[in-house]
Structure formats: structure tokens, C-alpha cells
């Protein structure tokens, strides 16, 4: 059974920076795509950025594009999500992701494993 964890959210000022971490355990064989979803009050959840097993492919959302950096430390078994120029709209619950797809990868509905979730809140 795979598990992912997060760590890294938290409190900062508009145009401040944050790191999150995903961490897995577990085999991870079953999965060739790692994301990141958000999901703000009251929202439905978005996409934010995947990377593919080889890390090779890489995809970011609009909002977050030239911000934001998705990567991988595959002997860790961690993907990060490293966020620059934050800004107020980006507070959310980030939550990483698994999945097996060759297509799709901003859709939700093809991720089969979720984290818990972290909380990111970015203060004007």
C-alpha cells in the first residue's frame, strides 16, 4: 500500500517562498505520475503541476507558471513543490498525488492516490 505524506506548508507574507515535500512509502511500481492539487475554501480542487516518473515531462498550471517548480529525488522517494512570488490567491490545502497515465495529467480523476494535505496561507 503506497502512502503519501506532506510537509512544508504553512504562514508567509505575499511574494515570500515555500518548499513542500511528498514523501511515499510503500511500492511505488503502480504509478508513473506524480501532482499537485490545491483546493481553497470553498473552490474545487485544481491542478497545480505534475512530473512524470522520468521527470522528463512536466506540466504546470496558467496561475503558477515562472512561480512555481515541480521536481523529483527519485533515491528519496520525494517530489517537491518549490513556490516562489507567493501570493494571497494561492492559499490553499496543497495535497500530492499518484497516478498511472500517459494523458490527462491535470486531471484529478486520473490520480489514485492522495496525501493528506498541507495547508499553505499566504498573507497580503
Known amino acids: 500500500q503506497v502512502q503519501l505524506v506532506e510537509s512544508g506548508g504553512g504562514l508567509v507574507q505575499a511574494g515570500g517562498s515555500l518548499k513542500l515535500s511528498c514523501a511515499t512509502s510503500?511500492?511505488?511500481?503502480?504509478?508513473?505520475?506524480r501532482g499537485w492539487f490545491r483546493q481553497a475554501p470553498g473552490q474545487e480542487r485544481e491542478f497545480v503541476a505534475a512530473i512524470s516518473y522520468s521527470g522528463r515531462t512536466i506540466y504546470y498550471a496558467d496561475s503558477v507558471k515562472g512561480r512555481f517548480t515541480i521536481s523529483r529525488d527519485s533515491a528519496k522517494r520525494t517530489v517537491y513543490l518549490e513556490m516562489n512570488g507567493l501570493k494571497p490567491d494561492d492559499t490553499a490545502v496543497y495535497s500530492c498525488?499518484?497516478?498511472?497515465?500517459?494523458?490527462?495529467?491535470?486531471?484529478?480523476?486520473?490520480?489514485?492516490?492522495w496525501g493528506q494535505g498541507t495547508q499553505v496561507t499566504v498573507s497580503s
Open positions: 510503500g511500492r511505488t511500481f503502480s504509478f508513473n505520475t
Open positions: 498525488a499518484a497516478g498511472w497515465m500517459n494523458t490527462g495529467y491535470t486531471d484529478s480523476h486520473k490520480y489514485n492516490t
